[in-house]
């Protein structure tokens, strides 16, 4: 390529395809290279929720202030994308004073939930607790009652990506940088080289600055320019259930005293999470049964009917958590940090971003993007806070598509839920060829016209990649009804071989095996039993 | 709760269930049946597999061993906790002759299967993948893969049957035998239209039961035979959907028609041919005045070693069924035979120690020779009580390739157990 990008985005999660949306949105002329896919990495395996830092507040008020604050720009560029999630914090019958305290800390976290449109606390008996959610266990004193908003991530990502590509942004995934070409004799960088899948050899791509946003790679990413920059990777893993079990948020105390949490997420239950340093390959994660038994002890305790709950599979992910020695994973700050190269290497031309979370992803884009802009010697300011994501646009009423299209109601608000009015574009595919409003994947009611149109606009090149679009294979089935269906539009829609994508098919079954092998048990067995006699690992 | 008694007890109503209560209802016994629900016979695709090659290089079926006798004694040598190494020496002519006896029946009442009890056939699925076995319904024995080498093959799709995709399967299946000594010569894939179902998406259900109306059948054979005609075919593959009582009548129509042997893709799950199966199986118990209670096994009385009563539970209430002799043919996971108590499988019925020492995928009761449970030091549990079928431990139906011959095998001898002790 003989262009000369303004700058190359390493990294699709929510940090790099934000910095990409800025960047685009100010005119500069980006291109984001994805060595996977859209939020394959941290991004895809959050807790999914945009929430105010509760728990910074008492030792990083900046970062509590600063998240409640982005939480309502987020909530106002993509409103169909969040879900409010009522919380219970749960005071033990043994811990009275308790309920005090904690009434106290949430009347102060109360000043921040105009910032997040959230609703004042609402101090709970034991007896309200038990009305809003039977199951809750005995020695229950009562609970403080306070929200936040939930969100999809990588439909997070993929919206950012969309909308930078609209700006004119280049966007390549499954595409690995392979190294950062650097000027020695000038300290400059001036582009990185790529690997090319067609030729297999590496083409370089010109760019007068680089945004190392590699999340829990950002170090491996560095080094290929010569440079050591360290961050404490931090393991997280959650339980995903094969529906709602509850509809309310509870926080509960580990064996360890860290607080974790069963929260109601699209239409399923998520239980989290864990926090361990990694010493491991960020490619090769998988979680343990320790794990999972250190949540669901420390969930039962105060939620026993979950030890009957049905766990479907789990995700894990790694946190690029700032680096500092000698604390333990929780105290950690939860802050960002942008290294300018140029100033704390002598090498100019590169940016790191590091740390955060993904409710700061906005914020933490605007500074990275400031500073390209800075090193450009451009100014232009920031739209990404108050121009709308792509889909969100205009408002949709999915009661409404759902009549007109003769679909589900159900089907028509997850597809609206995820594209928002862009649902209109995809349900108007069905027109084309009427078989493709059958659900591809039952579960989650994927449509196939859903799974065409993510292939054509959204980067969908695998069933991973369509997984983390549409949760097509996410649910109780874990692939069994859609998963070769869905290899089948693969292959029809990018002309592959059908050898090509049943091979895919196999790398998604053995994944969806691995992430599920430490949750063997209750319910699951079934299916468990039920998928090996279709798709049999030999 | 009303009482009822009976000779023999069994419980679950699958292949092995009710093999073991037509053995026992042959041997004289008066014979009673509690069932729940559904479990892998219906869920299946139909098929009977005996043993495959454990051996073999997945994804090369074509180099796996067909000889079922020497796959059983390879499993049973290999698996010591398997059903064939636990009956002893002749678990393939043990498991051929409970075979013959049980297909017999099936045929007398109407449901044809065909076969070896020597060598594997191998038969295409809908997503084009290749699965084993060694009977299958005449709706898809015609088309054995092993037997095709140079064949000219056309599949036929119908429009808007979303669990088949013409096509993709068959340049997916021409593509993958193409370098085996399976090799087709050609392959084409077509869609034709079922009358009356043209708009929107279509169910196999829907399909299957459109395709027991013999106008909707007959134009659907006079299609797939007007597009057949004159291009040298010498197979036919359609989906399976050839109709839910009528499969079989239309297949054959649909051969003679076309000239060519056609036959049904096996399904995934759930499907129709599983059901056919299932249905059969039912329809066989009718016939020989087996009593059946739809209803669960809940608990069960015993006095010392020896059972003496199972309550069910009933839509309408509950039921003490006291009987001399019993038979566990609860199946695993899937129907609830087995359950996961947390990371443990345990056996929700009679509470009986379950082994998963062989991989969770192989949990499972423990038995001894004459299919009665035991404990870990192999001492019988109760005298009276016996199983069958997938409930037995040591043995993986999937992946050792043996579900229906082990749930044979062990049906007929835990039958013929239960009717000894219940003189």
Known sequence: MDEIYDVAVIGGGVNGTGIARDCALRGLTTILIEKKDLAAGASGASSGM???????????????????????????????????IPFVMLIPKRKKIYMELA???????????????????????????????????????????????????????????????????????????????????????????????????????????????????????????????????GKGIHLVLDRRISSVGFLSGAIDGRSIFIIPHENTSLVGTTDDDYYGDPDALSATEDEVEYLLEGMGRVFPSLAQARIVTTTIGIRPTLYQWGKYEDDLYREHRIYDHGVEDGLSGLITIAGGKLASYRLMSEETTDLVCKKLGLERPCRTHSEP??????????????????????????????HGCRAVSILRLCKENTSWASFVCPCEPVTEAEVRWCIRNEWARTLDDLRRRTKLGAGPCQGMACAWKAAAILADELGLSPGETMRDMGSFLELGRAERAPILRGGQMAQEELLRSIYPPR | MTSVTSDILIVGGGLSGASAALKAGEKGKDVLLVRRAYGATALGSGCLDVAGDILGVPGKPWEDSPDIRKNVSE??????????????????SR????????????????????????????????????????????????????????????????????????????????????????????????????????????????????MDNPETAGDVIGEVARRAKGKGLTHVFFPPVMGISRGADNMV??????????????????????????????????????????????????????????????????EICEAK????????????????????????????PVTSSDG?????????????????????IFENLFCAGSIIGGYDPVGDMCGGGTALLTAVIAAEEASRVSQ
């Open chain 2, 75 to 92: 499993i049973a040598g290999r698996l010591p906790g398997h059903p064939y190494a636990v009956v002893g020496e002749d678990a393939w």
């Open chain 2, 325 to 352: 002799a019993y038979v566990l043919a609860g199946g695993r996971f899937i129907a609830g035979g087995l359950r996961s108590q947390g990371r443990a499988a345990m056996e929700p019925l009679f509470g009986l």
């Open chain 1, 103 to 233: 009434e106290t800390y949430l009347e102060a976290y109360d000043w921040f939930a105009p910032l997040k449109r959230g609703k004042p606390h609402i101090r709970l008996s034991a007896d309200d607790v038990r009305r809003i959610e039977p199951g809750i266990a005995e020695n229950i004193h009562g609970g403080v009652m306070f929200d936040e908003w939930g969100i999809d991530g990588p439909r997070l990502c993929v919206l950012n990506a969309l909308s930078a590509r609209d700006h004119g942004a280049a966007i390549l995934t499954h595409t690995a940088v392979t190294g950062i070409i650097v000027d020695r004799s000038r300290h400059e960088v001036r582009g990185v080289t790529i690997s090319n899948a067609e030729s297999g050899g590496e083409e370089e791509i010109r760019a007068r600055v680089v945004v190392n946003a590699g999340g829990p790679w950002l170090p491996h990413v560095a080094r290929m320019a010569g440079l050591n920059v360290k961050i404490r990777p």
């Open chain 2, 95 to 210: 498991v051929k002759t409970a075979g013959e006896w049980i297909l017999g029946h099936l045929k007398v009442s109407g449901y044809e299967m065909a076969g070896s009890w020597e060598s594997i056939s191998n038969f295409p699925t809908v997503m084009g993948s290749i699965k084993s076995a060694a009977f299958a319904s005449l709706t898809s024995s015609p088309c054995d893969l092993s037997r095709m080498k140079g064949a000219r093959v056309l599949m036929v799709g119908i429009s808007g049957l979303s669990d088949f995709n013409a096509n993709f399967a068959s340049k997916y299946l021409s593509e993958r035998l193409a370098r085996s000594p399976w090799a087709w010569g050609s392959c084409t894939g077509i869609d034709i239209v079922l009358r009356g179902h043209a708009q929107g998406p279509l169910l196999s259900q829907a399909a299957a039961a459109a």
């Open chain 2, 253 to 318: 129509r649909m051969s003679g028609e076309v000239g060519v042997p056609c036959a049904e893709f096996l399904p995934l799950s759930p499907s129709v041919p599983g059901m056919r199966f299932q249905s059969a199986l039912d329809a066989l118990l009718l016939k020989t005045g087996v009593r059946i209670i739809q209803g669960s096994a809940e608990g069960f009385s015993h006095n010392g070693r020896k059972i003496t009563g199972v309550s069910i539970a009933l839509p309408t209430g509950g």
């Open chain 1, 50 to 84: 945009i929430h105010g830092g509760l728990r910074y507040m008492i030792n990083d008020l900046g970062t509590t202030k600063r998240s409640c604050l982005d939480s309502g720009y987020i909530q106002s560029i993509c409103p169909h994308l969040l879900f409010r």
């Open chain 2, 360 to 380: 969770p995928m192989r949990a499972g009761v423990h038995v001894d020779a004459s299919m009665s449970p035991c404990d870990r030091d192999g001492a019988q």
């Open chain 1, 389 to 418: 994501l792509p889909g969100s646009e205009e408002p949709v009423d999915s009661r409404a598509l759902a009549a007109s299209y003769g679909i589900h109601p159900y089907a028509a608000a997850r597809l609206v839920y995820r």
